[in-house]
Nanobody, 124 residues
Framework: QVQLVESGGGLVQAGDSVRLSCAAS????????MGWFRQAPGKEREFVAA????????HYADSVKGRFTISRDNAKNTVYLQMNSLKPEDTAVYYC?????????????????WGQGTQVTVSS
């Protein structure tokens, strides 16, 4: 089992920056590949950023490429999502997930564990 807890969301203005954190506990010794997704009201959960299975490569959705950065601190079992130049369309609940085994990094179905989510609201 892996438990994930997100934090760092809030209400910000367009152009601001926010850093989200995802603290992992439980079966963290295996360091499962991690990813960030988001879900806006009335929409499906969508891929934002993720590490490759090896952990050496990062992937981003086109909509956030160049503005968001995923990183991690293995000593703290924490994954981060630095979000810069935020736009109103970035407003959503942001979730971190952990993949076990194979599966595409951009697919919701590849993630076995999810956090409770943290709300990010960007006002114009």
């Amino acid at each position: 089992q892996v438990q994930l807890v997100e934090s760092g969301g809030g209400l910000v203005q367009a152009g601001d920056s926010v850093r989200l954190s995802c603290a992992a506990s439980g079966r963290t010794f295996s360091r499962p590949p991690m990813g960030w997704f988001r879900q806006a009201p009335g929409k499906e959960r969508e891929f934002v950023a993720a590490f490759s299975t090896s952990g050496s490569i990062t992937h981003y959705a086109d909509s956030v490429k160049g503005r968001f950065t995923i990183s991690r601190d293995n000593a703290k079992n924490t994954v981060y999502l630095q979000m810069n130049s935020l736009k109103p369309e970035d407003t959503a609940v942001y979730y971190c997930g952990a993949r076990l085994g194979g599966g595409w990094y951009y697919s919701v179905n590849s993630y076995a564990y999810w956090g409770q989510g943290t709300q990010v609201t960007v006002s114009s």
